[in-house]
């Protein structure tokens, strides 16, 4: 089994560049209204759908909080390029860079530009 999640946004294009520039990722489907990020080796690792559409009523409500409960953590290889790549693009930092006694590794807490918190963390035990 694998998660492939799935936040709906208000730009997908302007999501998807973000994402890509943060995450060090690629489009594999590109589009205004519907994207898939893949990894270096092809895998799906985020899914991003726009907010207006008649194909899915169901998505939930653009003026609610955007994810609250919810936290999208992504494991990566090069810690200390994405705190930068994060600095570049003037993220909201939320919480480090830090290291995580319990987990022993390294973390960084930030906000996307639709109000999703995001984490990136290091492998467990990479201390």
């Given at each position: 089994m694998r998660a492939q999640p799935m936040i709906v946004?208000?730009?997908?294009?302007?999501s998807s560049d973000w994402y890509q520039?943060?995450?060090?990722?690629?489009?594999?489907?590109?589009?205004?209204e519907y994207e898939q990020l893949m990894n270096h080796e092809d895998k799906l690792i985020l899914q991003l759908h726009m907010w207006e559409t008649d194909e899915h009523p169901?998505?939930?409500?653009?003026?609610?909080?955007k994810g609250?409960?919810?936290l999208l953590w992504?494991?990566?290889?090069?810690f200390e390029d994405a705190v930068r790549r994060a600095k570049d693009l003037g993220v909201e930092i939320l919480d480090g860079p830090l290291v995580n006694p319990n987990a022993q590794h390294r973390e960084i807490w930030i906000r996307d530009p639709d109000g999703y918190t995001?984490?990136?963390?290091?492998?467990?035990?990479d201390l």
């Open positions: 946004v208000n730009n997908v294009e302007a520039r943060l995450l060090n990722v690629k489009s594999g489907h590109g589009g205004s169901f998505l939930g409500n653009p003026a609610a909080l609250n409960g919810t992504f494991e990566i290889d090069d995001i984490v990136l963390a290091t492998k467990y035990g």
